[in-house]
């Protein structure tokens, strides 16, 4: 009688488990997953106030990264809406020359966003891959 009693108590205990867990599961709010578009470059910003924008990659991962990095000569006024112009610098060319993958650890990022086809930092990129472009062409 007594294995009985157990097997009856194991049951309800299991029922009552599997009672919470739907419960929870319907009580979960899902939101949806977003990752940064292929043809865009994302802007990222870190937790200590540094800018960078580049192709952000690996999102979900402990350490996302950027390639073909810019980031603003001035961060303060890069968040500035009315400028029409905005100085940014190509990432490579510091003293320890970095090589094209910026890693960042996820922790460290406040937010990110895609940028906009038109905006004033997507036609400044467009314009210094242009002149570097040409500057390469004539070096050739």
Known sequence: METALRKLIKLFVFVLIIVAIVMLWKNIKYTEVVSPEKNLYQTVFLKDGQIFVGKLNEIYTSFPYLTDVYYPQNPRLFVIPSLRTVSLIK??????????????????????????????????????????????????
Do not use: C, F, M
């Open 91 to 140: 990432r490579g060319n510091e003293l320890h020359a970095p090589t094209d993958k910026l890693y960042i650890t996820r922790e460290n990022i406040s937010y990110w966003e895609n940028v906009g086809e038109g905006s004033v930092v997507a036609k400044t990129i467009k314009t210094q891959k242009e002149l570097a472009a040409k500057k390469a062409a004539v070096k050739k």
